[in-house]
């Protein structure tokens, strides 16, 4: 007798038969992507520059996408397996589902190979697109080719129908007993391993991103999640488009790039960047009973470049890295770190610094993976990614990851070990929402603005003995530090979200290597946390030229618009004091001081073409 189960088995639901039928048809799925990771490996092997050691990395970080994108095939069947529990024709209902869905997944794998060849991205919801015109889609393809996929594909019908009819057994489901309930238990567990985290963050596509070979990293990508992710992420219609006769108002924010000024006292010296969570400029004005939450930043602007009048691009924390590593704007409902097939094609700046041989890390004490911010970083050209996996469990005492204090203590212990030249960066988190810090102020009265300033002013302290201990160690006179907001907060002004207030954020340059003309310096100039990237650049004399949106704001003629965007809107600022702000989203035009008219028409050109680029 078979040892394979017969063509109508009969099992019980919630039983050990069943438990084992779901964690087969899970692992099932798993060795299908494997599969098609394989698949695409052999598809692009010419393209593919790696060891066997940097190709088995590929499995191992792209298992969270395998078991998520497996667990969400699984979830399908399991909603299909009532047909299970009636006759033979309703049991072939789920054989049919199960071979649509092979096939589907199937088609995927074997697209995503071969279009990889001709885009260099992995294949997306933008794919279909193409659909409506299938002769341009297919142009490109020789008569070979087309023969050859076209065999693939009745190939690969044929034999997922016979897979189904022949390997897949036909099961019939009986339910006698109330104990047979905890097969429902299977549910929260296949919707855990989908979601692949219990952490704040669910699995994403930078769950996967490695190495400083962008193909890798797609390698390692699940072709068909990438695909659900992107068919799934919404974006709201404007109702409005870039056309050519926007374009002239676009020289409206540009500015002269031609006149640096250096405010270096040495050609290339270290780089430390300190990218601080939801600190406003507004806290440098603000006090309770005469007290301020940042005495020690309030310092340190003292005593080095203080740019009081640094706007950011918008609302959220991938924003801010966006625009501070690759000089990109904000988009009203995401930024350009969602959009990974992108990232080889946007301004790099830690790459610049690697190919100038600089060391490159970045620290960040929560999951690296929120937001994509680890294949973002990774792509921009830091090599090393620190992040709450590298800390020790106990220390995870923040509802985001690991809190400031003991982030900051390895950071600048790390870059006190590190050999010269280097480009470290760190994202501190413990004033983020819901802030919980192990730290107890007087600003501290049960209310949230009162939980704001505390967990701020924790963060404050951390800053201050971070600063203070840099200033004694060796790689001070060496070294420029930067400390720059990730994004304004509605706290403590209570600026809403379309005020300019909400987005006014500091930008500090301090250090030993700063030149003495510029410390104890304060600058009202309007500024955007998009120029960042290529300002610094532009100070050590490094290659800047895929940063079409940033320009050099230390020059001696800087004057320039600043706009930002929030969901669904824009604001701009412009140096003439004018102010726009835009509900696109509601239709409805905001004037703060309107004295020159063109400037509606303009921040709408800005917008429109922030958009078109999005889009490209």
């Known amino acids: 007798m078979s040892k394979q189960w017969p063509i109508h088995k009969s099992i019980r639901y919630g039983s050990m038969e069943w438990w084992g039928f779901q964690a087969i048809t899970l692992l099932s799925f798993y060795l299908l992507f494997v599969f098609g990771r394989v698949i695409f490996i052999l598809w692009n092997l010419n393209s593919i520059d790696a060891s066997a050691y940097e190709l088995m990395q590929t499995f191992l970080y792209g298992f969270r996408l395998d078991i998520s ?9 399991f909603l299909f397996s009532p047909f299970l529990f009636g006759n033979r024709r309703f049991q072939r209902v789920y054989g049919v589902i199960t071979g649509i869905i092979l096939i589907i997944l199937l088609a995927l794998i074997f697209s995503d190979a071969e279009l990889y060849t001709y885009w260099g991205y992995k294949i997306d919801s933008s794919v279909l697109k193409y659909l409506l015109t299938p002769k341009e889609a297919l142009a490109s393809l020789s008569v070979l080719k087309r023969l050859l996929l076209g065999a693939l594909a009745i190939f690969v019908v044929v034999a997922t129908i016979v897979f189904v009819r022949r390997v897949i057994p036909s099961i019939k489901l009986t339910f006698n007993r109330f104990w047979q309930l905890n097969g429902l238990l299977v549910l929260p567990i296949i919707i855990l391993l989908a979601r692949g985290s219990i952490d704040v963050s669910a699995v994403n596509a930078s769950t996967a991103f490695f190495s400083q070979k962008q193909i890798l990293n797609h390698t390692a990508i699940n072709a068909p999640w990438n695909f659900a992710s992107s068919f799934f992420m919404t974006s709201k219609d404007t109702g409005t488009s870039w056309n050519d006769s926007l374009a002239p108002y676009l020289l409206r924010f540009q500015a002269n790039t031609d006149s640096t000024i250096s405010i270096l006292n040495r050609a290339r010296p270290n780089l430390v960047i300190v990218v601080m969570e939801s600190f406003t400029a507004n806290l440098f004005d603000f006090t309770v009973e005469g007290k301020t939450a940042i005495p020690n930043l309030k310092r340190i602007a003292s005593e080095g470049y203080f740019f009081s009048n640094c706007y950011a691009t918008g609302n959220r924390s991938d924003k801010g890295l966006g625009a501070l590593f690759a000089g990109y704007p904000a988009h009203p409902q995401g930024s350009i770190l969602q959009h990974p097939e992108r990232y080889g094609s946007i301004g790099q700046f830690a790459s610049q610094f690697v190919e100038a041989n600089y060391q490159t890390r970045f620290y960040y004490g929560g999951n690296s993976d929120f937001a994509n911010f680890k294949g973002f970083l990774i792509s921009n050209g830091f090599e090393k990614v620190v992040e709450q996996s590298d800390f020790p469990v106990r220390q995870r005492t923040s509802k985001w990851g ?43 009265d049960d209310s949230k603005v009162g ?8 963060t404050d302290s951390v800053f201050g003995q971070f600063y203070d201990r840099f200033k004694n160690s060796s790689k001070w006179d060496n070294t420029i530090i930067v400390f720059v907001a990730d994004h304004g907060h509605y706290f403590p002004l209570k600026s809403h979200m379309e005020e300019p207030s909400h987005y006014r954020i500091p930008f500090i340059i301090a250090g030993g290597a700063l030149k003495k003309e510029f410390r104890n310096q304060k600058s009202k100039q309007l500024m955007s946390q998009i120029d960042v990237p290529l300002t610094l650049l532009n100070q050590w004399n490094l290659p800047a030229g895929n940063f079409p949106f940033s320009r050099n704001f230390l020059t001696q003629s800087y004057s320039a ?16 004091a004018d102010t726009v702000v835009m509900d696109v989203g509601g239709n409805r035009l905001f004037q703060y001081g309107l004295t020159d008219s063109v400037w509606v028409y303009a921040s709408n050109a800005w917008f429109q073409n922030v958009l078109r680029s999005f889009g490209k």
């Open 451 to 458: 939980d704001y300033l505390n967990s701020v002013a924790f």
């Open 69 to 77: 994108m497996s667990a969400y095939a699984t979830f399908v069947l």
């Open 402 to 444: 690991i809190h400031d204090d003991m982030v900051m203590d390895r950071f600048f212990n790390d870059i006190q070990d590190a050999q010269d030249p280097l480009l470290y960066g760190v994202f501190s988190l413990s004033s983020h929402e819901p802030f919980d810090v192990p730290y107890h102020s007087s600003f501290l």
């Open 561 to 576: 618009p600043i706009e930002y965007t929030f969901n669904y809107g824009y604001g701009l600022l412009t140096p003439n």
